[in-house]
């Protein structure tokens, strides 16, 4: 392995320990509660050293779902009918319990999406997350104000649809037994979308916009 591989390799990890150090903490304590100074102290790193990765304590907890920031623009670049394209990875996502389609128990999940849910701070980073997400989605769409409008829409549903799900769940009702519902609310969500965006169900939208 090349030293600039290595490198990266060694970068990436401490993203991560740092990520997963800081929501541990905030989890046992409250965001709130928890300094940055605390996180480096106990990541055994300086204060300038973890901004260098994190350049705010809300970045530390949104690493964990930063991989999904592209992810709908990539799906949609998958085959000629984005839309389509879409469902089957949302579909898909249910049955493998993806925590960001919010159909999972697992402890460990509730406690993140609880801190994530439940801070302000963090639900308005999420926010700025959602809008990357949906700005990427557009351009993946042809550009331009329809397919902002088409990303919006696409972005909203799947936020919804996670949202419900994560909320059952965190009332008590286990993965298993609500996934049916979810799977059959996800399906009559999309047949809207596609009723409403017919041209992304059947074909890639650059060639119509």
């Not at 090349?2 to 060694?10: A, D, N, P, Y």
């Not at 993203?15 to 997963?20: C, E, G, R, T």
């Not at 350049?55 to 992810?71: N, S």
């Not at 609500?178 to 609310?185: G, N, P, Q």
Request: a neutral charge; aromatic letters at 6%.
């Amino acid at each position: 392995m090349s030293e600039m591989g290595l490198r990266e390799r060694k970068r990436q990890r401490m993203y991560q320990v740092l990520s997963d150090l800081a929501i541990r903490l905030f989890v046992e304590k409250g965001f709130d509660a928890v300094s940055v100074a605390e996180v480096a102290a106990a990541a055994e790193v300086s204060k300038p050293t973890l901004f260098r990765y994190f350049p705010a304590k809300e970045d530390l907890v949104l690493h964990r779902i930063a991989d999904h920031e592209g992810e709908a623009a990539r799906v949609a670049r998958q085959g000629p009918a984005p839309l389509e394209a879409l469902r089957r990875h949302f579909l898909d996502g249910l049955r493998r319990c993806d925590p960001v389609t919010g159909l999972n128990d697992d402890p460990e999940v509730l406690a993140f999406h609880a801190l994530l849910y439940g801070t302000p701070a963090l639900v308005a980073r999420l926010h700025t997350h959602l809008e990357r997400s949906e700005a990427a989605l557009a351009e993946a769409l042809g550009g331009g104000l329809e397919a902002r409008l088409a990303a919006g829409q696409i972005v909203a549903v799947q936020r919804i649809l996670a949202q419900e799900n994560w909320r059952r769940i965190a009332a008590g009702e286990r993965a298993a037994d609500i996934r049916a519902d979810a799977v059959a609310a996800a399906e009559r969500a999309f047949a809207l979308l596609a009723a409403g965006l017919p041209h992304l169900a059947r074909e890639k939208v650059g060639e119509d916009w």
